[in-house]
């Protein structure tokens, strides 16, 4: 199992909200001994000179061989966290996207790697069943409340 820490500098960060009804598409967290903890929304980094949309649509086609569409201007929140003791921080572009029909359409969850190689699932999850007892946590903190507020789903 590859152990990730959050680095010690801000990270920019363009995230996708694909949906399917009520469920959206997010991939696992999980702690250094396997336990899934959370979710969150599928991206990554925007480079140096990369637009963030751009670096969005780059991030799902490295991660799961699809050209998702930009659905629009994104909102942004500031990520102050902690992973495994280790404080992180990101500034994040969230945008809705539409993925291309066909590939995902029927499937339940999706394997796919990081750029490093780790293995990662995503799977289509209910908004209702994130950050409640029981359920894993949608990450960044209070992005579900947003959601809510955005009247998405």
């Not at 925007?46 to 994104?74: K, M, S, W, Y």
């Amino acid at each position: 199992m590859t152990v990730w820490r959050p680095p010690s500098e801000i990270r920019v960060k363009a995230l996708g909200l694909p949906w399917r009804g009520h469920r959206l598409l997010v991939a696992e967290v999980h702690t250094d001994d396997g336990r899934l903890t959370g979710v969150r929304p599928l991206g990554g980094s925007v480079a140096f000179g990369e637009r963030a949309d751009a670096a969005l649509v780059r991030e799902f086609q490295e991660e799961l061989g699809l050209t998702v569409r930009v659905l629009g201007a994104p909102f942004v929140m500031e990520n102050l966290y902690v992973h495994e003791g280790s404080p992180g921080h990101e500034v994040l572009f969230l945008f809705a996207v539409a993925l291309p029909p066909g590939p995902l359409d029927t499937q339940e969850h999706i394997v796919f790697h990081e750029d490093c190689g780790t293995p990662c699932v995503a799977r289509w999850y209910d908004l209702a069943d994130l950050d409640r007892d029981g359920g894993p946590e949608l990450f960044p903190s209070g992005l579900k409340a947003r959601l809510l507020a955005k009247n998405r789903p």
